[in-house]
């Protein structure tokens, strides 16, 4: 067995990283208010980031000036909510059609889809969410939010996934986990994001986003994260807010906890029965930040291929 470490592509873990959210809903500029595409980028700008996939609702938000404006990657897209939600990053109208056909014309239009908060649960007066037996007999999409902490404020459900990315890993799906923000009003703003290790431009995103390039943060970076044949080493910093070590799960097939530690940086020994291996930090204060797994390039199927 030969297992594949997804950031084996990444020079550096000092820069070179893109902060990327693939969740952020606004308005055309004009009807917008507060909510407008521009000022929705422009915060976003302020807070960091380098790549906003502007995700409209509605009337579709071509965003190509409000990018040249802000000086940031803006990507056009949308959410498509019959079957709540696929995100279609990348994309330059209002697709219509069953789930299974919107992550096709996704493909077909050069973009990528994102199953987002798979654990949101249906409620009165919004869309439905999509069942989960429609969401496993779905392929051609690149990954699934883990992390959406908007459901976290007032929804149904839990924001969390990283047990229905499991499942899937474990069936030998290889689908990448993301965190997205979710964003609709302020409050939603920077709560989990992705960093992506590219060029901020919409090739280089979607290139590192298949290659599983990126882990998913809610305040914490990654230092480093090698695999030398069964040795995985990693580090991670939480910024000066970080009082105590952060603490260290790797986690194996279904789930399952296969080792904990703390401090600054952790390893951990594959003995070559893996199927893949994933690591979840968090520091004291409650940052967080997922790893992509290390797997068994023989044992898994990319769903988007
Ligand atoms: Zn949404």
């Known amino acids: 067995m030969v297992y594949r470490n997804p950031y084996a592509g990444a020079d550096s873990f000092g820069s070179g990283w893109s902060k990327s959210n693939f969740h952020v809903h606004a308005f055309p500029d004009a009807s917008g208010g507060p909510y407008g ?68 014309q996704v493909a077909r239009q050069g973009g990528f889809s994102v199953v987002a908060h798979p654990h949101w649960e249906s409620e009165p007066g919004l869309p439905m969410a999509m069942p989960r037996s429609h969401l496993d007999s779905l392929s051609g999409y690149v990954g699934i939010e883990i992390m959406n902490p908007a459901i976290f404020r007032g929804f149904a459900g839990s924001g969390l996934a990283t047990d229905v990315w ?83 799960r790797f986690v194996g097939e279904n789930g399952a906890v296969l080792q904990e530690s703390s401090g600054d940086s952790a390893g951990y020994t594959l003995d070559g029965s893996e199927l893949y291996v994933r690591v979840e930090a968090q520091a004291e204060h409650g940052a967080m930040l997922w790893t992509q797994p290390v797997y068994d390039e023989e044992r898994f199927t990319p769903m988007w291929s």
């Open 37 to 104: 595409a521009s000022a929705v980028v422009e915060k976003y700008k302020e807070a960091g980031y380098d790549v906003v996939a502007v995700l409209t609702q509605g009337e579709f938000i071509h965003t190509e000036k409000i990018a040249a404006a802000s000086g940031i990657c803006t990507i056009d897209g949308m959410e498509y909510i019959e079957e709540d939600g696929i995100l279609c990053v990348g994309v330059d109208s209002v697709l219509q059609g069953s789930p299974q056909e919107i992550i096709d």
């Open 166 to 248: 499991d499942e899937f890993l474990s069936q030998g799906k290889l689908v990448w986990g993301f965190g997205n923000d979710d964003f609709h009003v302020w409050p939603n703003l920077d709560r989990a994001w992705n960093m992506v290790h590219c060029e901020p431009t919409f090739t280089g995103v979607k290139a590192a986003v298949t290659e599983g390039r990126f882990y998913a943060s809610t305040g914490l970076r990654l230092e480093g994260f090698e695999l030398d044949g069964l040795e995985l080493n990693l580090a991670v910093n939480g910024g000066k807010s970080t009082l105590g070590p952060v603490r260290f």
